[in-house]
C-alpha cells in the first residue's frame, strides 16, 4: 500500500522561471545558513539521519528551464515531506551501482497535487542524499 502524505507547506506561487527560483533558492539558503558545512536536513522516517542537499541542485540543473521550474515549485513541499513524513518509501537498489539504495517518498500538496521525492542512500559511506523532486507527469 503507498502512503501518500500531506504536506501543509503549498507550493512556491509563481508563473516566471527566476521568480520560483528565487524563492527556493531563498528558502536553501535558511536551511545552509543553519550550518558552517554542506547543508542538510533531518528526516523523521530515517530516525533523524541527516539527508545532504547538495546533488539535488546539480541535478536539477542538467535540466531544461522548464522542468526546473516545474520541480522547484515543490522544493517547500518536498523538504516538510522529508522532514515530518513517516510513510514507508518505496525501495530499490540502483541497478548501475549495487551500493547504492534509491528510496521513493510519496506527497501531495495542500491544493491536491502529487509528487516525489527520491532520495539516495549510499550504503558504503552511510549517507543520505536529496537526489530529485518532481510532481507526477500530466
Known sequence: MLEIYKT???KL?????????????????VIKSRTRRRPYIRSAYF???KIFLGIFWSHLYDKNLQE??????????AIE?????RNEPVS?????????????FTGISP???LFFVQIKEDSSKKQKWLMSIFPLEK
Request: net charge positive.
Open 13 to 29: 506561487a509563481g508563473t516566471d522561471y527566476k521568480e520560483i527560483r528565487h524563492k527556493a533558492l531563498a528558502y536553501y539558503n
Open 111 to 113: 491544493d491536491g497535487e
Open 68 to 77: 526546473q521550474k516545474r520541480r522547484m515549485k515543490f522544493f517547500n513541499c
Open 81 to 85: 515531506l522529508v522532514e515530518k513524513s
Open 47 to 49: 530516525n533523524k539521519e
Open 8 to 10: 501543509k507547506a503549498s
Open 92 to 104: 530499490k537498489v540502483n541497478v548501475d551501482k549495487s551500493r547504492e539504495i534509491l528510496h521513493r
